[in-house]
């Protein structure tokens, strides 16, 4: 079965940090990761995807991921952290290109002054 | 605009009440969700549909059920409402390797 783990349910940076946001999976094929954001009281809103090709990927708002196939891991980084970031990120994977897209548990990012 | 929007955005209703969501997706995507996200935030898929026929049906009391008139629309009708059905329901839709879109939620409290 496909599962995602999300490392840390909350992660405090300091403003202008890095910020790393852990998430490993299991799969027995290549899947397709994503990585989205949820600001408090709104929907989900689509950071950036991993389908096929470059590893490292581009998102929105300075976020990027890197896709580790030896490591099953596709964690965000951000290399700067600003206050507009404070929101909780979820990870999630499609393994079988059907239909369920699964979702880690959330981590919830602080942003300190 | 282009979107997955969703109605109502609040829903407040006693124990025992019979309730709507509605959900429309203009993206033209073929395969539309619905996921429920409880107060810690854990979102899980109800249910998916892919032009007008249930792909996934995840362990949920048949209490919910959906229904899609067509491929654009996805709504969620809930019977006897209880307690624990408290929670935010996102409506979602997708096309294979592209994500899935969200609509903004409806936060469904039961008193």
């Known amino acids: 079965a496909q599962s995602v783990t999300q490392l840390g349910s909350h992660v405090s940076v300091s403003e202008g940090a890095l910020v790393l946001l852990r998430c490993n999976y299991s799969?027995?094929?290549?899947?397709?990761l994503f990585w989205y954001v949820q600001y408090p009281n709104q929907g989900l809103q689509l950071l950036l995807k991993?389908?096929?090709?470059?590893?490292l990927v581009k998102g929105i708002n300075g976020f990027e991921a890197e896709f580790k196939k030896s490591e099953t891991s596709f964690h965000l980084t951000k290399p700067s952290a600003h206050m507009s970031d404070a929101a909780e990120y979820f990870c999630?994977?499609?393994?079988?290109?059907?239909?369920?897209?699964?979702f880690g548990k959330g981590t919830r990012l602080h942003i300190l002054p | 605009d282009t979107a997955v929007s969703q109605t109502p955005k609040y829903l407040v209703t006693q124990m025992g009440n019979d309730k709507s969501i509605k959900c429309e997706q203009n993206?033209?995507?073929?395969?539309m969700y619905w996921y429920k996200q409880d107060s810690k935030k854990f979102l899980k898929i109800m249910f998916s549909?892919?032009?007008?026929?249930?792909?996934i049906n995840e362990t949920v009391p048949n209490r919910f059920s959906p229904k899609s008139p067509d491929k654009a629309h996805l709504n969620l009708h809930i019977n006897s409402l209880e307690l624990g059905d408290s929670a935010v329901y996102f409506c979602?839709?997708?096309?294979?390797?592209?994500?899935?879109?969200f609509g903004p939620g409806t936060r469904l409290t039961v008193l």
């Open positions: 991993y389908t096929t090709g470059a590893t």
């Open positions: 979602a839709s997708s096309l294979p390797g592209t994500g899935v879109f």
């Open positions: 549909y892919n032009n007008k026929e249930l792909i």
């Open positions: 999630a994977v499609n393994m079988n290109r059907d239909d369920k897209i699964i």
């Open positions: 993206l033209g995507h073929d395969t």
């Open positions: 799969s027995s094929v290549p899947p397709y």
